[in-house]
């Protein structure tokens, strides 16, 4: 299942960062979507690189072409198939330092996964994958918005040692997360986190962080028993996300310091004034919020129709300027220095990434609760 | 997928903590094997409530069955069914607050989702769900160990406030945790956590903490880039457990902290001396090993020969003594106070279950890999 | 996938001819659903052997019990286990020719495939394996019926030379085809039948024959493009069952003999009078219907609201009483002559055993179709 | 799974008839395989329309590009994207009856499934989505051949009502059916379809038929118990095909009419001379083949080592020249005459996709064999 992922909202990636492009196919999209392309166009442009100084010089448009499954801007049921030609694809930058191991990276465990290699840098294991997933995952962001009102919304939470406060009051929109170019719409923590990746860029250097994820209006019952709990699916998309190693739901680790009465949502009926970012219940099932969310909006992996809280820890990208010892395919002692492009920091970048994977996970769990429950769809939806 | 998982080694669980009993089917357990089930004994019953002053005193023997699947000791390669009848079914200590929504259960999502709700208790929100993955798992543990070497150990690493450092220097055995009964292998920091376990116990309250993971001897080559990363599949299966909030692999969320330099894993040739715990790699890909371990065994999702390391976040038990207050089926605001079972602290008996849940995904993950090159598996297969 | 089948209404078997019993998990039941277990056990008794002359002395009473997911006859929602024990589980009679492979048996295949061998008879290739399929069929009939009002019909069409016309004027219900003991609504056919299968019983001989199916109110829209085509997934869930070897929808074989205005069938408007077994249209399309049904109700791989008709081959049962020719485990020819059972036509039992599979995957299309469409279950469903 | 298939060589297909192109993404392939671009190339233009005068006018050359997965010729182990651009898309010659339901088309089934409908064509219920599969199926027959001489073959085998008696004598090579353009490699009935096809398409008709099918060189031990039996998994495959409405495997519905005895295949020895196209066992279990072959290679759904045969049923084009009844969207009846393109038979161009599915099928039983069983592949796979 390597490359596809998905119940009934199925997405399949495919291309390399140095090939002839990378793109994704969505099985699954129901019929008579009405798509804003300027929605998704926006979204890879939000990921792509060489956005403004902070970021890798490889400057690329990333303009995509549908190949199928749209007919007059509206989804037809059937596979709807997204391209992005590569047209930076500077192989060569990856030439020099072709047989050795750069450290961190995918190089030796691709190669004694497959026993074999190509001088096409990262491959699969590049960030550029993630277009594929980018795309589809505002595709059903679009769909989650229109029928449930869901949105997703992630930001940079802390770049290094520097952390911020936004956790605790969570922007309401992607709009007010731009509007600060590290994405951290916690002004005094963004200008101090720029600081810190100036710092890195200038010492050759990289450095990683968090990214805090909240979802409004998720109505309750998404998300399965067992397997399929909402934060399994979750963790797993996010952790497939490159360079990340860690993940949070609700209250996670600092959770595990508090007692049972300390930790406990308690539950309040909804009327007279109902919470924010609440949805109320099915017929016959009363129409209740929780005062505290500690749980971040899942309980037993079944949303609960408060706010998902998510954070994510994603390590300091590992290619850097400085030299390092590594070895190489003929298993010597050597050292390389990187040259090529330089990204010291992925985060601000990753922001539409992370939003993409919420979007697709939650996609595929609502399509598979109203095959579940058709019901619970005639309840939630939109009207 | 909800109570299926697995590409080749698949495993569904089904049954309720009250109804008739609990199980799993392995399906894609290869023919031939050897089954130790005194080991998959003593796996349920590390499981198991009721071991001592620190658990529940629900007090079940977790005898399995082994419906299909073994002929005389050995597996014939078709599908191993495990069935644990469930002998102590106190529905009734349920039925006291059955129309009451318990806070941080999943009483109301499972109402929402499902429109409909039974007085038995958690159903399959209990942990009690989780004895059909802990034989599956114990089956897989035995398969990795006899074709691979790989050996997987879980440990209590934190309770409530009381950290332990164990993770600098993790177990080596499933024994060396048993010697003590909180299974932190860190005697100083046990007794503390057992203090902090009665301390809550006395209060009516309940403690979370966190639990720590090694993987040793995993061979570089498992796992599969984008949706199937290793640390994606292990989260999956990691954030399935009940109670279970965050994750991280390798450097986790203290790794954002550090730069590129102070964060990149340097390779080293084997020779003279390999690491322990390190395999070598298959013919024309050199032997190497690296000099320190931030990225727990993984990169780009792939194991490098490095030992994986884990460390989760549990919450603590959502059910205690005290008195809370509520919702009802009908939407009023009332209280609760819950009699019956309590377990003030589930860590001890989870470190089975994390254990299990690992090996499932190593299983599936070495499965895939030996189909997809089966020269790796002549090459690291033990002889 | 080998025992687990479906993408929603998934379904795992298990269990040998001659372990401890056999039985199925299904995942993906909706929750509310009132069961009726004595039909369930009504089909299972018509599944089993020794309901006459007509077939094998095997006697079980194939009693079964549920395992999980029920709670006073309402399904939970979550995974239904059946289980029925083998009480009759004779391996002493498989003994005698345990060395010999059978001919156009499963025991070389098997053997060569896992590498391993066991006297317990046939396995997973006995007919007894299908038990699960049958109590999770009816159960999947169940709703179809309560939803839809879908009704799948079958019946022994042909017993080796003698065929019956009943394709042209098929039976309305179950109840139609069981007050005939070989199951073939036209009475004449039926005798000449029961004295071809004893001619074939006296002669220590088996015969083989074909299975029609009609299946009533299939709303049209059921089944997708490409890979699920409603005709693959039959065709796969019915060549799956032992010893069945051809299948046709609609027209098939003979079909392949005609031109395309002689076979085409031809639209017509509902009004003023809908066929019977027709449904009519969503809104927004008209409700249509075709004068002929040569496409079996299916086109494109959708259903179009006509019944669906399909035609199975079964061969003959393998296990014949006369001396045969054959090989043993060290490459010996050899002879064998079967003593146990001998069952001289299995066409009869087959007979709810492919009613349950072709349930199984309407079941499965309807749960996809109402995932990617609840406005079409909003418009079919019954009220 | 609409346009998803394969557990382990999965494929996924997308694109419309008349929109910017059709393709397929293969998830699975091996990493190391030199691939052939002719012979994709070969296979894709044998399935092309406008081969010659039996063939539809609409002539596209079908240049595939391969847009990831692949480099300098050899593949990388990650997923391999074809891609064909439509050039020829006529959409206009579809809106003249955009709005009437072409009798035994997909129009009706499609829009009363998706409730949406665009007037381009048959969409993904044009033969055009093979295109992808053929590219998939034929790399997959090279691997085949590569690692286990796997070798398919697949012909013409009548057409309307001229039989041929091939299937008692099949053809040894694709070059060997290619000889003859209506592709039945028996002149005289080759020459007696030639003019069924004329008379046909003279008469503005269309004609069905029946395809052929043996695969050369089978090892022993592919396809697996219960769902996924060979027969199973070929049928699914094969009935997935626009305009297939038969599957018969070995004896098929003849083998029906025969008693045990005159049907069971008989087993012998394979010294002191096995038979071509027969595979020998693995060690310690015998090296044997069967006297005849009703069973079609395959028994209890695992092949036996002998050729598999299979025969298909296709019924005639819908697409006729003649005026026909129909029903138009708005439920009034009316008439319509096709213009557009007329293919009187598509059952010559239906041979390269039926080995395609063919190999796609045995290629996915492949690979989860070699994940079951590594040591069966170090036994069969080719030095």
């Not at 590569?86 to 190089?107: C, E, F, L, V």
């Not at 911020?164 to 916690?186: A, F, G, K, L």
């Not at 706010?307 to 050292?335: C, H, M, W, Y």
């Amino acid at each position: 299942m390597s490359s596809t992922t998905g119940t009934l909202y199925k997405i399949t990636t495919f291309g390399e960062s140095h090939g002839p492009g990378v793109g994704a196919v969505v099985d699954g999209c129901p019929a008579g979507i009405k798509i804003d392309t300027h929605r998704i166009q926006r979204q890879l442009t939000r990921r792509r690189p060489g956005q403004g100084k902070l970021s890798t010089p490889r400057n690329e448009a990333d303009e995509f072409e549908i190949l199928s499954g749209v007919y007059e801007g509206i989804s037809l049921g059937t596979p709807i198939a997204f391209f992005v030609r590569n047209t930076n694809a500077k192989g060569n930058d990856y030439m020099r330092w072709a047989d050795i191991y750069r450290p961190s990276h995918a190089d030796y465990t691709y190669h004694i996964k497959y026993g074999y290699r190509t001088p096409l840098g990262g491959g699969r294991a590049s960030v550029r994958e993630t277009i594929g997933r980018v795309a589809a995952g505002e595709l059903a962001a679009q769909i989650l918005e229109q029928e449930l009102g869901i949105r997703t919304v992630a930001w940079v939470n802390s770049i290094g040692k520097v952390d911020s406060p936004v956790m605790d009051n969570p922007p309401q929109s992607i709009d007010e997360v731009d509007q600060v170019e590290v994405r951290c719409p916690h002004l005094p923590s963004a200008e101090a986190m720029v600081k810190e990746i100036e710092a890195a860029k200038l010492d050759g250097n990289s450095v990683g962080g968090t990214i805090g994820v909240i979802v409004y209006n998720v109505p309750p019952g998404l998300g399965d028993p067992v397997f399929d709990k909402l934060e399994a699916d979750l963790s797993r998309a996010c952790l497939s996300i490159p360079a990340c190693k860690g993940f949070e739901s609700g209250s996670g680790f600092s959770g595990t310091r508090l007692r049972g009465s300390e930790h406990n949502d308690i539950f309040e009926p909804d009327s007279p004034a109902p919470e924010p970012g609440h949805r109320p219940g099915i017929e016959g099932v009363p129409q209740i919020h929780t005062t505290t969310n500690r749980s971040g909006g899942i309980q037993g992996g079944i949303s609960n129709g408060m706010p998902i809280t998510l954070r994510l820890a994603f390590k300091p990208t590992a290619t850097i300027k400085k030299r390092q010892d590594s070895v190489n395919e003929a298993g010597e002692a050597t050292t390389l220095r990187a040259g090529g492009r330089h990204d010291p920091c992925v985060l601000p970048r990753a922001v539409p990434i992370v939003e993409s994977v919420v979007n697709l996970t939650l996609m595929d769990a609502y399509l598979r609760q109203r095959a579940a429950r058709p019901e619970w769809w005639q309840r939630f939806k939109k009207h």
